[in-house]
């Protein structure tokens, strides 16, 4: 069969020959998005108070006392109190509450 007998269009080594570049290029950009600010934030900081809930849960289990997680909303600040621990400790976090939303880790 001569070349002016064949169809024309992308012989098979040549798709896959495009694909696995395009394959390659997304591999590498994957990583880039995944860090993005867009796709952490909130579940960045459900993760974090998560952990910190799961290790506050084994210090109690271990110390054989009671802490407490206290939330401060507006100021979007984390800190802990624990049983041993004057009434007044929970009331704010002055300088050692956590921000929350910061994305360092």
């Known amino acids: 069969m001569t070349r002016a007998g064949r169809e024309s269009g992308f012989s098979f080594v040549e798709l896959v020959v495009v694909i696995t570049l395009i394959a390659v290029l997304v591999s590498f950009s994957i990583p880039l998005f995944r ?3 867009f796709f952490s934030g ?3 900081n459900a993760s ?6 799961r290790s506050l849960k084994t210090r109690a289990v271990e110390q054989d006392r009671d802490f407490f997680l206290h939330l401060d909303l507006h100021s ?3 800190w802990v109190t624990d049983s041993t621990m004057d009434a007044g400790a929970g009331k704010k976090p ?3 509450g956590s ?3 910061t994305g360092s880790g």
């Open 42 to 44: 909130k579940s960045e």
């Open 94 to 96: 002055g300088r050692k």
């Open 76 to 78: 979007g600040k984390v």
């Open 35 to 37: 860090d993005a600010r």
């Open 99 to 101: 921000p929350m939303g």
């Open 48 to 53: 974090g108070l998560a952990l910190l809930i």
